[in-house]
């Protein structure tokens, strides 16, 4: 069982930045992925950018360009800066781990929120 904690949210205002980190209580190598997702009010959660363990990003359309999600597998821990925050990116951020990320996420933390002010 791998735990993951998330930390780094707040309220920032427009065009700050952030940067949240997951923590794992297990090595992260294990997982073919690891992912951040967001939650909006009334929303579906949504994938904002995963990382592979070959380090390949990807990213969802809305933040590509503001969003770096890295990894650092000596502390188990994956980031997420957030650059050029708009008040559309004011969420509850999870993480998220996947050993197969085709069937699924296998292991999710509490999330953060983040909360941008116009």
């Known amino acids: 069982q791998v735990q993951l904690v998330e930390s780094g949210g707040g309220l920032v205002q427009a065009g700050g930045s952030l940067r949240l980190n997951c923590a794992a209580s297990?090595?992260?190598?294990?997982?073919?992925?690891m992912s951040w997702f967001r939650q909006a009010p009334g929303k579906q959660r949504e994938l904002v950018a995963t990382?592979?363990?070959?380090?390949?990003?990807n990213y969802a359309d809305s933040v590509k360009g503001r969003f770096t999600i890295s990894n650092e597998y000596a502390k188990n821990t994956v980031y997420l800066q957030m650059n050029s925050l708009k008040p559309e990116d004011t969420a509850v951020y999870y993480c998220?781990?996947?050993?197969?990320?085709?069937?699924?996420?296998?292991?999710w933390g509490q999330g953060t929120q983040v909360t941008v002010s116009s």
């Open positions: 998220a781990a996947a050993y197969m990320p085709d069937t699924g996420y296998d292991y």
């Open positions: 990382i592979t363990t070959g380090g390949t990003a």
């Open positions: 297990g090595s992260i190598f294990n997982f073919n992925a």
